[in-house]
Nanobody, 118 residues
Framework: QVQLVESGGGLVQPGGSLRLSCAVSGFTFSSYAMRWYRQAPGKEREFVARIATIGGSTYYSDSVKGRFIMSRDNAKNTVYLQMNSLKPEDTAVYYC???????????WGQGTQVTVSS
């Protein structure tokens, strides 16, 4: 059974930091590119960051570049999103996505809420 379980969300003040985790099971983690997306109330889901299967090359949206860092631990079947210098506009539900590099398979987690507010 495929599972992606996000954790680490919460309430943080502007300028603060959070680290999100996404633990996966049920598929060959090392064969999947991993992405983070987010969806703010009343807005479309948007891409945040991605990381390659091997080598760990990353790509970020302009809105988070320089503040967020995505990483993966293939031994633990987990990806992380370190979020620094958080802004109120980062408030959203953050979703983990796994996309196969060899098929059309794509899986989503249930999301974790991040709220940036004073």
């Amino acid at each position: 059974q495929v599972q992606l379980v996000e954790s680490g969300g919460g309430l943080v003040q502007p300028g603060g930091s959070l680290r999100l985790s996404c633990a996966v099971s049920g598929f060959t983690f090392s064969s999947y590119a991993m992405r983070w997306y987010r969806q703010a109330p009343g807005k479309e889901r948007e891409f945040v960051a991605r990381i390659a299967t091997i080598g760990g090359s990353t790509y970020y949206s302009d809105s988070v570049k320089g503040r967020f860092i995505m990483s993966r631990d293939n031994a633990k079947n987990t990806v992380y999103l370190q979020m620094n210098s958080l802004k109120p506009e980062d408030t959203a539900v953050y979703y983990c996505n796994a996309a196969s590099t060899t098929s059309a398979s794509s899986y989503w987690g249930q999301g974790t809420q991040v709220t940036v507010s004073s």
